[in-house]
């Protein structure tokens, strides 16, 4: 199995940043893309950014411009750089890590972390 542990979350005012941090551990040995999902109030889950093992990424155009993604694959972590937040960026922000397993993909989620912005 994979463990994920996020760390980094809480609050900050309007035009401040954050790092999120997200250490998978276990059964590690092949995983694919990482990413982060958020999921604000009374809103569906929504793609933030994600990453493959080749580095290439994906932003959600909500954020493009404002936050990156990158990977550190000696340590199977997976960081979001989050800079000029704005309140609308109030949500909990899920790590995932998509690992391959007897030729199938599965996913884990992290348990989530709060990052609130206030105006």
């Known amino acids: 199995q994979v463990q994920l542990v996020e760390s980094g979350g809480g609050s900050v005012q309007t035009g401040g940043s954050q790092r999120l941090s997200c250490a998978a551990s276990?059964?590690?040995?092949?995983?694919?893309?990482m990413g982060w999902y958020r999921q604000a109030p009374g809103k569906q889950r929504e793609l933030v950014a994600t990453i493959t093992s080749t580095e290439s990424t994906n932003v959600a155009d909500s954020v493009k411009g404002r936050f990156t993604i990158s990977r550190d694959n000696a340590k199977n972590t997976v960081y979001l750089q989050m800079n000029s937040l704005k309140p609308e960026d109030t949500a909990v922000y899920y790590c995932?890590?998509?690992?391959?397993?007897?030729?199938?993909?599965?996913?884990?989620w992290g348990q989530g972390t709060q990052v609130t912005v206030s105006s």
């Open positions: 995932n890590v998509v690992v391959t397993t007897g030729g199938f993909r599965r996913s884990y």
């Open positions: 276990g059964r590690t040995f092949s995983i694919n893309t």
